[in-house]
């Protein structure tokens, strides 16, 4: 039982998601062949604590969702991880460059005030989640790092934004019942069998983009094959999603495809 509670709390508190999130900076690091410690800790950091606060607010609206229950228990060390989680990420901004800094703030207002109306917006959620995981795993170190924004750039942030749309796809899957009242989601206007075909063509056109990239030769084969094994992947939880599958398989299995897109890439440099 102290096992799966700490499981439980991991998960719950956006611990996890935060991993996730670092996964896909460490894959943005390998292609771009770039790293910086302090956007890796800021974007851990600052996940951490944008989630929670979002969770926070809906509990405090009354909206009904999977961790209700569970957030209203542990409330306390909720609010505790959300003050280290921010005291942290106030520390890290004020080392940023100005061009990084105004992106954040960017980023962060969306993520901010989407449980205050945005995301209520038709359609407008998965935009927004998909916009702002893109801008902290990728745009953040490019900006950073002083890389110039090449069309090899513009094609990595429109496959990662492509790739975080679809795998966003199965949690609104999830959340049919609970977006009924409040949103509307791709699986509300199209149907679930739709919105699992969107998110498979989602997945193919990042596999195209990766091609042309490889034909470019700005893609080596090592790194096209990483990918390409990580849409296929993707595809598979994306298909296998379903409203009846328990909270485990979104939370842990399709969120965990983020932290994949790293190990992929990472054994794929090793053996080539």
């Given at each position: 039982?102290?096992?799966?509670?700490?499981?439980?709390?991991?998960?719950?508190?956006?611990?996890?998601?935060?991993?996730?999130?670092?996964?896909?900076?460490?894959?943005?690091?390998?292609?771009?062949?770039?790293?910086?410690?302090?956007?890796?800790?800021?974007?851990?950091?600052?996940?951490?604590?944008?989630?929670?606060?979002?969770?926070?607010?809906?509990?405090?609206?009354?909206?009904?969702?999977?961790?209700?229950?569970?957030?209203?228990?542990?409330?306390?060390?909720?609010?505790?991880?959300?003050?280290?989680?921010?005291?942290?990420?106030?520390?890290?901004?004020?080392?940023?460059?100005?061009?990084?800094?105004?992106?954040?703030?960017?980023?962060?207002?969306?993520?901010?005030?989407?449980?205050?109306?945005?995301?209520?917006?038709?359609?407008?959620?998965?935009?927004?989640?998909?916009?702002?995981?893109?801008?902290?795993?990728?745009?953040?170190?490019?900006?950073?790092?002083?890389?110039?924004?090449?069309?090899?750039?513009?094609?990595?942030?429109?496959?990662?934004?492509?790739?975080?749309?679809?795998?966003?796809?199965?949690?609104?899957?999830?959340?049919?019942?609970?977006?009924?009242?409040?949103?509307?989601?791709?699986?509300?206007?199209?149907?679930?069998?739709?919105?699992?075909?969107?998110?498979?063509?989602?997945?193919?056109?990042?596999?195209?983009?990766?091609?042309?990239?490889?034909?470019?030769?700005?893609?080596?084969?090592?790194?096209?094959?990483?990918?390409?094994?990580?849409?296929?992947?993707?595809?598979?939880?994306?298909?296998?999603?379903?409203?009846?599958?328990?909270?485990r398989y979104f939370s842990f299995w399709v969120e965990s495809l983020s932290l994949i897109s790293y190990f992929l890439l990472l054994i794929s440099e090793l053996i080539f």
């Amino acid at each position: 039982m102290a096992v799966q509670s700490i499981i439980r709390f991991f998960i719950n508190s956006n611990i996890w998601v935060a991993f996730c999130v670092l996964g896909l900076v460490f894959s943005a690091e390998i292609l771009l062949e770039a790293t910086n410690l302090k956007i890796s800790q800021f974007v851990f950091s600052s996940t951490i604590f944008a989630y929670n606060f979002q969770r926070v607010v809906r509990l405090k609206k009354g909206h009904e969702h999977y961790y209700k229950d569970w957030l209203y228990k542990n409330v306390k060390a909720v609010y505790f991880l959300m003050l280290i989680s921010a005291t942290a990420s106030a520390y890290l901004f004020f080392d940023f460059r100005s061009t990084t800094k105004i992106a954040i703030l960017f980023a962060g207002s969306l993520s901010i005030l989407y449980p205050f109306g945005i995301r209520k917006i038709p359609f407008a959620k998965i935009f927004i989640i998909s916009f702002v995981w893109s801008v902290s795993t990728m745009l953040l170190l490019v900006l950073e790092n002083n890389i110039q924004i090449s069309q090899d750039i513009i094609f990595r942030l429109a496959s990662l934004f492509l790739f975080i749309f679809s795998i966003t796809i199965p949690f609104d899957i999830r959340d049919v019942e609970y977006d009924l009242r409040n949103v509307i989601t791709i699986p509300l206007f199209f149907g679930v069998k739709r919105a699992k075909y969107i998110a498979i063509f989602a997945l193919f056109i990042c596999g195209l983009i990766a091609f042309i990239q490889y034909l470019e030769m700005t893609l080596n084969l090592a790194n096209l094959l990483a990918l390409l094994l990580l849409y296929i992947l993707a595809s598979f939880f994306i298909q296998k999603s379903d409203k009846r599958k328990g909270e485990r398989y979104f939370s842990f299995w399709v969120e965990s495809l983020s932290l994949i897109s790293y190990f992929l890439l990472l054994i794929s440099e090793l053996i080539f």
